[in-house]
């Protein structure tokens, strides 16, 4: 069982910059592959970037390609999403979640198995 907890999200304006943090609980946080997705108003959830479990190899949605990096920290369980040039398109909750599915399809929904409680993050114009 994984417990994840999401932090970090808030008001920003176009332009601006936000980190957002996912503290994990469990002694297998290494194990998994970790995601961030995130859902608008009204739209299906969608990913925005994952990285393996060991930390060799990231994935991004095109339209976050470039302004967000993903990375994660196995001394305090945590993965984080440093986003930079964020555009009023971007405001949405934010997900964390964790996997042990293949790799190949991470940026699958289904292949997660837990998931955090969500952040909103606003992108003002």
């Known amino acids: 069982q994984v417990q994840l907890v999401e932090s970090g999200g808030g008001l920003v304006q176009a332009g601006g910059s936000l980190r957002l943090s996912c503290a994990a609980s469990?002694?297998?946080?290494?194990?998994?592959?970790m995601g961030w997705f995130r859902q608008a108003p009204g739209k299906e959830r969608e990913f925005v970037a994952a990285i393996s479990w060991s930390g060799s190899s990231t994935d991004y949605a095109d339209s976050v390609k470039g302004r967000f990096t993903i990375s994660r920290d196995y001394a305090k369980n945590t993965v984080y999403l440093q986003m930079n040039s964020l555009k009023p398109e971007d405001t949405a909750v934010y997900y964390c979640?964790?996997?042990?599915?293949?790799?190949?399809?991470?940026?699958?929904?289904?292949?997660?198995?837990?998931w955090g409680q969500g952040t909103q993050v606003t992108v003002s114009s």
């Open positions: 469990g002694r297998t946080f290494g194990s998994y592959h």
């Open positions: 979640a964790a996997g042990q599915g293949s790799y190949a399809i991470v940026r699958v929904r289904h292949n997660f198995d837990y």
